[in-house]
T-cell receptor
Framework: GAGVSQSPSNKVTEKGKDVELRCDPI?????LYWYRQSLGQGLEFLIY????????KSGLPSDRFSAERTGGSVSTLTIQRTQQEDSAVYLC???????????FGEGSWLTVV | DAKTTQPNSMESNEEEPVHLPCNHS???????IHWYRQLPSQGPEYVIH???SNVNNRMASLAIAEDRKSSTLILHRATLRDAAVYYC??????????FGTGTRLKVLA
């Protein structure tokens, strides 16, 4: 379909390994968000990309987390040296512009063992 | 960012109307009031939004207080499928979407 696509849908990794999570936003959407949701918890904002502006990284929990958005489209969230507390579902969302409705992907479920 | 206050949880009987309140007393004049909901094991989905006037769509109605310091999401006939966490988010595009803790709605058969 034409929705926000995330991969992988599930990832189990060993503590200390690096992981990359991918988000393919809806075509033409200039705004892209990453959120994290731990089991039973609310959505935690991580990072926000809007067009060619510098990303708002204010929600990244540590320097082990980084994200990039290439060509204004696909985004990759990278977690280095994963820890067990990183286990969560990572949700990506996009919107047409900075004021539009945001549309979420199905999420990437990360389990760190 | 405007702060919001929502009840942690609410219950409703199936087929009855549900009124989900949200206080946003620090809302700015340019903030729209957005509502999203998150069904179990899914990402949030858009429900409705408005600025000053009451709004209706196929999913719900939004009643906005005259002073805009509060709003109420109205589900006219709750179904089991409406069981979700409902988030109220003042938003103008000048900053990112921040989701609060929302209201967990339980619908009783």
């Amino acid at each position: 379909g034409a929705g926000v696509s995330q991969s992988p849908s599930n990832k189990v990794t060993e503590k200390g390994k690096d992981v990359e999570l991918r988000c393919d936003p809806i075509s033409g959407h200039t705004a892209l968000y990453w959120y994290r949701q731990s089991l039973g918890q609310g959505l935690e904002f991580l990072i926000y990309f809007q067009g060619n502006s510098a990303p708002d990284k204010s929600g990244l929990p540590s320097d082990r987390f980084s994200a990039e958005r290439t060509g204004g489209s696909v985004s990759t969230l990278t977690i280095q040296r994963t820890q067990q507390e990183d286990s969560a579902v990572y949700l990506c969302a996009s919107s047409l512009d900075r004021v539009g409705t945001i549309y979420f992907g199905e999420g990437s479920w990360l389990t760190v063992v | 960012d405007a702060k919001t206050t929502q009840p942690n949880s609410m219950e409703s009987n199936e087929e009855e109307p549900v009124h989900l309140p949200c206080n946003h007393s620090t809302i700015s004049g340019t903030d729209y009031i957005h509502w999203y909901r998150q069904l179990p094991s899914q990402g949030p989905e858009y429900v409705i939004h408005g600025l000053t006037s009451n709004v209706n769509n196929r999913m719900a109605s939004l009643a906005i207080a005259e002073d805009r310091k509060s709003s109420t999401l109205i589900l006219h006939r709750a179904t089991l499928r409406d069981a979700a966490v409902y988030y109220c988010i003042p938003f103008s595009g000048t900053y990112k979407y921040i989701f609060g803790t929302g209201t967990r709605l339980k619908v009783l058969a």
